[in-house]
């Protein structure tokens, strides 16, 4: 993600201006001591109340400026998946390469720009969608630029830029999607994006009119299937051939079933709404530990720490990923796909990457776990 915003080293705030940058929730009060710690002064306490005060009454060097710009915007420009899926084609598709220059990319821009005027005055499209081939005829990604005005923000940045990336691979008479976003704004880029690919291969009699792309949903399993598909994402024989290796669930998210009754050992679950158990080795409460409750609980999310070898890249390490039903989460939609993303930095065994190197990996372990999703649905589940 790249910001619109004032060069640090032609421009020095002060006074409001350094009050309302500072007070940004993206700053953490951590930030703004260690600026004013490096300046000799000390404060009881971290608290912004106190600590932004006397920060606005000094003058920033553009190196102290920068850093908490930086701060405000980083959790958006993490890599983020919105979930893969297939869609089966008819033997007339033949060269994907062709197809996204002749019929995808020409009309692609029309297809997303927000038809909502108030969508059209936070986000536009920033020139054209650029096509990479990875693999000739068989894998390209789509990356598209947006740019967003957000006047609620501070005044450092009304207007950002964000990346959209979607990867489609074509194999054996399927087209594979992998959705890759930063902000919500590029989130819903990437699910117009392969909308419209669909829309386009419907219209060229190239996908069957009663096909649909299918993603992994959260309705797709009962709760003793969503279960054990999480902890079969954690461990498992197909983790185990993509070298990932499951240290530990941290988290489950998950409420009662309220149309049966709960066991005498969970009752006291009863008019419980969402639960989070957090801690070491969660699976192994009882309840998670034993299929005979499975029944009993909606769970949506999980949060687990991996060790990971990318063999090809020769880089190991450890990170934690969470695993969610987000859709269903946020408004109990039972057709939320699961979408699959770091909460946490990247640990590296040994060694130290660039930033275009760390954003590579993430990338690619995004792609391997969306791998293992698919992989444990197949060979566990239904086939997709």
């Given at each position: 993600m790249a910001n619109t915003k004032v060069n640090p080293h032609s421009f020095i705030p002060s006074g409001e201006m350094i009050r309302d940058l500072a007070n940004q929730s993206y700053i953490s009060e951590a930030d703004v001591k260690a600026i004013l710690r490096q300046r000799g002064i000390f404060t009881p306490g971290t608290q912004k109340e106190k600590t932004?005060?006397?920060?606005?009454c000094l003058l920033l060097s553009p190196p102290e400026f920068d850093v908490l710009v930086e701060r405000q915007t980083i959790k958006e420009d993490n890599l983020k998946s919105a979930g893969s899926g297939k869609i089966n084609l008819n033997s007339d598709f033949k060269n994907l390469t062709e197809f996204v220059h002749k019929e995808f990319l020409p009309n692609l821009v029309q297809q997303i720009t927000p038809k909502n005027a108030l969508l059209r005055d936070n986000y536009k499209?920033?020139?054209?969608?650029q096509a990479k081939i990875v693999v000739k005829d068989k894998e390209i990604e789509v990356e598209?630029?947006?740019?967003?005005?957000?006047?609620?923000?501070?005044?450092v940045n009304h207007k950002s830029q964000f990346k959209a990336i979607v990867s489609l691979m074509h194999v054996d008479n399927q087209i594979n999607f992998q959705r890759f976003f930063t902000s919500n704004e590029t989130k819903a880029v990437?699910?117009?994006?392969?909308?419209?690919?669909?829309?386009r291969c419907k219209e060229l009699k190239l996908i069957n009119e009663q096909e649909q792309e299918h993603r992994i949903r959260?309705?797709?399993?009962?709760?003793?299937?969503?279960?054990?598909?999480?902890?079969?994402?954690?461990?498992?024989?197909?983790?185990?051939?993509?070298?990932?290796?499951g240290e530990n669930v941290v988290s489950f998210e998950f409420r009662?079933?309220?149309?049966?009754?709960l066991p005498e050992e969970l009752k006291w679950m009863d008019n419980k709404e969402e639960?989070?158990?957090?801690g070491n080795r969660v699976e192994t409460t009882f309840f998670l530990d034993e299929e005979k409750y499975y029944p009993n609980l909606i769970v949506w999310r999980m949060q687990a720490t991996f060790k990971f070898r990318l063999v090809?890249?020769?880089v190991s390490g450890k990170v934690k990923m969470d695993f969610n039903f987000h859709e269903y989460q946020k408004d109990r939609s039972h057709k939320a796909p699961l979408e699959i993303n770091f909460a946490s930095a990247i640990e590296l065994t040994d060694g130290y990457l660039t930033l275009t190197q760390r954003d590579e990996i993430k990338k690619l372990l995004l792609g391997q776990f969306e791998q293992l999703k698919s992989m444990v649905y197949q060979n566990h589940f239904n086939s997709l």
């Amino acid at each position: 993600m790249a910001n619109t915003k004032v060069n640090p080293h032609s421009f020095i705030p002060s006074g409001e201006m350094i009050r309302d940058l500072a007070n940004q929730s993206y700053i953490s009060e951590a930030d703004v001591k260690a600026i004013l710690r490096q300046r000799g002064i000390f404060t009881p306490g971290t608290q912004k109340e106190k600590t932004v005060s006397i920060l606005s009454c000094l003058l920033l060097s553009p190196p102290e400026f920068d850093v908490l710009v930086e701060r405000q915007t980083i959790k958006e420009d993490n890599l983020k998946s919105a979930g893969s899926g297939k869609i089966n084609l008819n033997s007339d598709f033949k060269n994907l390469t062709e197809f996204v220059h002749k019929e995808f990319l020409p009309n692609l821009v029309q297809q997303i720009t927000p038809k909502n005027a108030l969508l059209r005055d936070n986000y536009k499209i920033v020139g054209r969608p650029q096509a990479k081939i990875v693999v000739k005829d068989k894998e390209i990604e789509v990356e598209i630029t947006i740019e967003r005005s957000n006047y609620n923000k501070s005044w450092v940045n009304h207007k950002s830029q964000f990346k959209a990336i979607v990867s489609l691979m074509h194999v054996d008479n399927q087209i594979n999607f992998q959705r890759f976003f930063t902000s919500n704004e590029t989130k819903a880029v990437v699910n117009k994006s392969v909308s419209f690919f669909e829309k386009r291969c419907k219209e060229l009699k190239l996908i069957n009119e009663q096909e649909q792309e299918h993603r992994i949903r959260f309705d797709d399993f009962d709760n003793t299937g969503r279960i054990v598909f999480f902890l079969k994402l954690f461990n498992s024989t197909e983790a185990k051939t993509l070298k990932f290796e499951g240290e530990n669930v941290v988290s489950f998210e998950f409420r009662p079933e309220t149309s049966m009754p709960l066991p005498e050992e969970l009752k006291w679950m009863d008019n419980k709404e969402e639960l989070i158990f957090r801690g070491n080795r969660v699976e192994t409460t009882f309840f998670l530990d034993e299929e005979k409750y499975y029944p009993n609980l909606i769970v949506w999310r999980m949060q687990a720490t991996f060790k990971f070898r990318l063999v090809e890249k020769n880089v190991s390490g450890k990170v934690k990923m969470d695993f969610n039903f987000h859709e269903y989460q946020k408004d109990r939609s039972h057709k939320a796909p699961l979408e699959i993303n770091f909460a946490s930095a990247i640990e590296l065994t040994d060694g130290y990457l660039t930033l275009t190197q760390r954003d590579e990996i993430k990338k690619l372990l995004l792609g391997q776990f969306e791998q293992l999703k698919s992989m444990v649905y197949q060979n566990h589940f239904n086939s997709l």
